[in-house]
């Protein structure tokens, strides 16, 4: 037999008795309900359905821009690839190809691939074969 209880989370369990919140408590929502497990706390969804922290796909006009740049790196150039229209390991995948591809290695920083080296134009050419409206960006 299972028992359901008339509190929802803690903060509700606090307010029946008379105490009051710190500013830290009182921004804290419910972490794990019985009824559906652990839940996130920024959406209030359970864990497996929440979707406020799955990446997202880069929004964009549909156009790929390969730049280079070397700012922050002392000096050293990277061509950075943006508006890529995917996110997660489709992203992850893409970046991968690419590097085999240049023959370098690189990274992946908030949706935009980096790979070492100045290799716009082969990146270009890689992008329209694999279907991308690309084109060079910024000089």
């Known amino acids: 037999m299972s028992q359901k209880s008339k509190f929802t989370s803690l903060a509700d369990l606090k307010k029946s008795m008379g105490v009051e919140d710190s ?3 009182a ?3 419910v972490v794990y309900s019985t009824s559906q497990g ?11 359905a929440c979707t406020c922290k799955a990446p997202q796909a880069a929004p964009g006009d549909g156009r790929v821009r390969v730049s280079r740049e070397t700012k ?3 000096g050293k150039g990277v061509t950075l690839i943006t508006g890529i229209p995917l996110a997660g390991e489709e992203l992850k995948s893409l970046a991968k190809n690419l590097k085999q591809k240049c023959g370098v290695g690189g990274t992946i920083k908030d949706g935009v691939i980096e790979i070492q080296g100045d290799h716009r134009d082969l990146l ?9 409206d690309a084109k060079k960006s910024g000089g």
């Open 27 to 29: 921004e804290s929502g």
């Open 38 to 48: 652990r839940t996130c706390p920024d959406c209030g969804q359970p864990v497996v």
């Open 72 to 74: 922050g790196r002392k």
């Open 23 to 25: 500013p830290a408590e």
């Open 124 to 132: 270009v050419q890689e992008l329209i074969k694999q279907g991308y």
